[in-house]
């Protein structure tokens, strides 16, 4: 039993309980990255550009008189520029999955979170609204200020605009992912005449919400306690994975002192204790400490770290892309690249280069006919008038091309089949068509029991597109 005597939580046996022991997770300390320039992080803003163009650019395509990506769940059909995918080719997804997870493992195995410190959605948003942020209220120094300053005209204008233009960019991200579902030019039509679905209207207002809230307020939870990445990480590295190190051998004994003193004569290290590489990391962690699994990876503190050391006018590198094996040898960047190409990092390549040629190719020979057979089951035989004895079955024919084709149908198997079918089947692009057809046999001959057909669909105008169905005829 616990009870609390003035400040002191005690149990029931006097015993006291330290607030380390009842507190059940950390508050939260909020963080205000600095601003930082450099060779990284233009390669992140090169990231942020590339990926944003490509989501909010894509849906506006057009291809064949349609959208040239769509996902279209309501007739269950996926649009990719002139790819058209249905239900029956979900070993596609399955071969897309394989890629991105090999994908994730190469990229662990050489550099690290690579995808996390540059191309992760949670960090190109948390990148954009910091942005934004820093436009409306000002670098490190000034949001701390306004954040402990009493609320003002002033400070209430400027979260009102902050959060008007995140809130903005938040609904547009909404509108734009389910335009990847809803046509979009549809979509934006009826947003304009305020009369969205409530399936639209949901989506928008709930994807828009976690963008709001991910990137607005949560970031580095999100990557410190919500991906799981974060924690499995470590099964992926070794000591020769590339990533972002502090060289102590170099930087130890730190030190603040001015640019005149002799580091050398005063026993110290490069590193001038200044603290910028914790002010600009994005997740409050302090590299010097070691690698830490909150680390994205973002490389900001090594922009940082190589400003300080341009104008102590050290070398640059005091923290830098390196592996532990590399620090501790002193290896030259060109060695610890050559070490990347390793027996892991080979497989992994090799695997994934395999796989991506085997869906390119598989695609390249994709035949844009599928044919399901299906049998009446409500009657398996009977015997016509003339005396033949009847099976009826049910075609769904599917073209995938994206233009009106025509089929012939026939079957074969047994000695006399008789077929009886409309022909030639005339579909419209991208659909299918499910059509009943007959077949009919004189018994004579014939075995009591199961017999084995083949149906054959093919282009009526390019005969070398053929697809060959296996079915079952039952005998009386």
């Given amino acids: 039993m616990l009870a609390r005597s003035g400040d002191t939580l005690v149990t029931g046996h006097g015993s006291p309980v330290t607030d380390q022991e009842s507190s059940l997770y950390e508050v939260r300390k909020k963080i205000y990255p600095r601003a930082v320039h450099g060779w990284w992080a233009g390669w992140r803003w090169a990231m942020v550009w590339a990926t944003q163009i490509i989501y909010y650019g894509l849906p506006w395509l057009t291809w064949n008189d349609r959208q040239a990506v769509l996902f279209d769940l309501a007739a269950r059909k996926f649009y990719i520029f002139g790819l058209v995918l249905w239900p029956q080719d979900v070993v596609y997804l399955t071969v897309l999955l394989i890629i991105a997870a ?9 550099a690290g979170r ?3 410190g540059y191309a992760c959605p949670q960090t190109v948003y948390t990148e954009i609204f910091m942005w934004v942020e820093r436009r409306i209220e000002g670098d490190r120094m000034a949001r701390m200020r306004l954040d402990k300053a009493a609320w003002t005209p002033r400070k209430l204008a400027l979260k009102s605009a902050k959060h008007a233009a995140w809130i903005a960019l938040a609904l547009w991200t909404g509108f734009t992912f389910v335009g990847y579902f809803t046509p979009i030019q549809e979509l934006w039509a009826s947003a304009l005449a305020v009369s969205l679905g409530p399936w639209e209207a949901f989506w928008v207002v709930f994807y828009g919400f976690a963008t709001w809230g991910n990137a607005g307020f949560m970031r580095e939870q999100v990557c410190k306690y919500m991906c799981p990445y974060a924690r499995f990480q470590s099964a992926m590295f070794d000591r ?11 930087g130890e004994p730190r030190g ?13 290290g490069d590193c001038v204790d200044c603290g ?53 040898r002193g290896d030259t ?41 299906i049998r009446d089951r409500a009657t398996l ?5 003339e005396g033949l004895l009847e099976n009826v079955y049910r075609l769904q024919v599917m073209n995938t091309r994206e233009s009106a084709r025509r089929y012939r149908v026939s079957v074969s198997g047994l000695p006399g089949l008789q ?9 419209s692009s991208a659909s299918s068509v499910t059509v009943p057809v007959s077949v009919r046999v004189d018994p004579a001959g014939l075995k009591p029991g199961s017999h084995e057909i083949v149906f054959q669909v093919t282009d009526a105008d390019e005969p070398r597109v053929t697809v060959s169905e296996a079915s079952r005829f039952y005998v009386r």
């Fill in 276 to 328: 910028i590489c914790v002010q600009v990391c994005p997740t409050g962690i302090d590299i010097r400490n070691g690698l830490q699994y909150e680390c994205i990876g973002c490389a900001a503190c090594i922009d940082a770290c190589d400003q300080v050391m341009d104008r102590m006018g050290y070398p640059r590198g005091l923290i830098r892309y390196s592996s532990e094996a590399g620090v501790e």
């Fill in 102 to 110: 090999l994908s994730l493992f190469l990229f662990t195995a050489v």
């Fill in 240 to 250: 020769d994975t590339l990533i972002i190190s502090y060289d102590r051998r170099r």
């Fill in 114 to 116: 690579l995808w996390c």
């Fill in 333 to 373: 960047a060109r060695q610890i690249l050559k070490r990347a190409l390793r027996a892991r990092t080979l497989l992994y390549a090799t695997l994934l280069l395999g796989i991506i040629a085997g869906l390119f190719v598989t695609l390249y020979l994709r035949t844009p006919l599928k044919v399901d057979v």
């Fill in 381 to 385: 035989v009977r015997e016509t008038s």
């Fill in 256 to 268: 603040a002192r001015n640019r005149s003193v002799d580091r050398v004569a005063a026993g110290l």
């Fill in 419 to 427: 077929l009886s079918a409309r022909q030639p089947l005339e579909i």
